[in-house]
């Protein structure tokens, strides 16, 4: 049975309502986050028209509001906006929509002038305010708003878009737009695309920056640039809200047609609209053989319109060379699955042998551990150990672990180049973690029965001794 004294609502309760207001007046005392949410709680005992008067308010302060918020307080910041944004929810939709409807465009309107004092390097307040904008679609759906109407309020979203805080706004809404709601949405685009820019005078273009490739960079470039990804950006999403693929390829250029991602958006709209042989000429008109990397989704794409037209054994191809290209698991998964019983294992035993004598080291070291097949990882670095990168500890760190239980001269090994780059480079940063990764490896020291050619754990610490024991902050970290 549960003490008395433990903090739960039960024995809250008990203390009784005069007491436990009393404390509420206590804790709040120079709190204003708590003051706010009381407020709140006291204008919601009275009416949901209480909580937006309050939700308002508090809404007007923060927009007017000009103290910059660095990592420190931008906790306090998102608590805030997500306490107004559940009150909007919570206690005035239920019983008006329609407000709470223009409250959360309020919200969502917070995003300029909050991003302007705000260092969001975590990413959090944005994701407060895309949350926003899928309630947008929530209240827009009870609220029945007139279509054109909520179409120009989207329409100017989308041009007062510089933070992102409105990226994929169409589609949420699109449902609530309906049909006549986007054709408005798509002529106001429209027009914004045929309105005309001037170009000011040389002596009155503002200049600001300047480019290695084209030189000076004005203001009014930025302009006609932003103007013109707004607009191509909004009309791909009201083509793909309409079901209409071809406008969706319009917005494309004949350059951009040839970009791997392109391709596969272009060729996967064709695939889901029945039109395969079309999908199969936007796919392959990617330019691919000159580019460094070429995107998954690319791949996946052409695979699946290769299906779609019957092309299996020209995609089970085309997997193998994608497997052999970039050593992908999931493709190779994909070609072992498609295999008759029986010669799945000996290609497997063929893709395991390439992956192994890869002279792409680290890629086919983290192939290894996630297949998994540790022998081979453990063989790959015992005999391969020379080409192990130490700054690659976002691979190393995972390799180490999963090699620590069957594999000890391995997992040494691996922390090893970890602590000797960290030492060779003076990375101190790393230190701590350097220290770590040495206590390990004398943990493991023991289940290592032959340490082969390799130095053995106490030679080893002994040339870290030799050669960096003036790096006191290192030694100090092992006491």
């Known amino acids: 049975m549960a003490s008395k004294k433990t903090l739960n609502a039960k024995n809250l309760e008990a203390l009784g309502a005069e007491r436990l207001a009393a404390l509420l007046m206590e804790v709040s005392t120079g709190n204003a986050a708590i003051k706010r949410r009381l ?17 308002r308010k508090r809404l007007a302060t923060i927009a007017r509001s000009r103290s910059f918020v660095d990592w420190q307080t931008r906790k306090a910041l998102v608590d805030d906006l997500e306490t107004q944004r559940r009150a909007i ?30 260092d969001d390097s975590s990413g959090t307040v944005i994701g407060v305010f895309h949350a926003a904008c899928a309630d947008l679609a929530d209240l827009a759906a009870a609220a029945e708003p007139d279509p054109a109407a909520l179409a120009d309020q989207v329409f100017v979203a989308i041009e007062d878009n510089g933070y992102g805080q409105y990226d994929g706004l169409i589609a949420l809404l699109a449902p609530a737009l309906g049909s006549t709601g986007l054709e408005h949405l798509k002529a106001r685009v429209q027009e914004l695309a045929r309105a005309s820019l001037e170009t000011p005078r040389d002596a009155e273009r503002q200049k600001i920056g300047w480019s290695s490739i084209s030189g000076p960079v004005y203001a009014d470039e930025i302009a ?18 309409q079901g209409d693929v071809d406008s969706y390829i319009a917005q494309q250029t004949d350059e951009a047609k040839t970009v791997p991602k392109v391709a596969a958006e272009i060729a996967r709209r064709l695939l889901d609209a029945g039109r395969a042989d079309e999908a199969w000429s936007a796919v392959n008109a990617a330019s691919t053989e000159s580019r460094g990397y070429v995107p998954f989704e690319w791949e996946q794409t052409r695979l699946a319109v290769m299906e779609a037209l019957g092309k299996n054994e020209e995609a089970q191809s085309f997997r193998w060379h994608c497997f052999e290209k970039n050593l992908n698991a999931t493709h190779l998964r994909e070609y072992l699955r498609r295999l ?4 799945d294992i000996e290609a497997e035993e063929r ?14 070291l983290w192939f290894f551990v996630n297949w998994p097949a540790l022998d081979r990882a453990a063989e790959l670095v015992t005999s391969r150990a020379a080409e192990l990168d130490g700054n690659l500890y976002h691979v190393l760190v995972p390799a180490a672990e999963a090699l620590d239980a069957k594999h000890p001269l391995a997992a040494t090994l691996v922390r090893r180049a970890l602590i000797d780059f960290s030492l060779v480079a003076a990375r101190s940063s790393r230190y701590r973690h350097a220290a770590r990764h040495l206590l390990e490896c004398q943990s493991l020291a023991g289940q290592i029965e032959d340490f082969g050619s390799f130095e053995t754990h106490d030679a080893y ?5 030799a050669e960096h024991g003036r790096k006191s902050s290192f030694w100090s970290l092992l006491g």
Request: contains cysteine; proline residues 7%; glycine residues 2%.
């Open 340 to 343: 008759p019983d029986f010669e």
């Open 351 to 364: 893709a395991l042998h390439f992956v192994q004598a890869s002279p792409h080291f680290h890629e086919a």
């Open 89 to 118: 929810l919570e206690k005035v939709a239920p019983e008006d929509p329609v407000e709470a409807l223009d409250l959360m465009w309020r919200f969502t309107e917070l995003a300029d002038p909050v991003f302007d004092r705000c």
């Open 461 to 465: 610490r002994a040339r870290l001794e």
């Open 224 to 241: 006609r640039s932003s103007r013109d990804i707004t607009v191509r950006l909004a009309l791909e999403a009201i083509a793909d809200a």
């Open 39 to 55: 407020r709140l709680e006291l204008a919601g005992a009275q009416s949901p028209k209480e909580v937006a008067r309050e939700v």
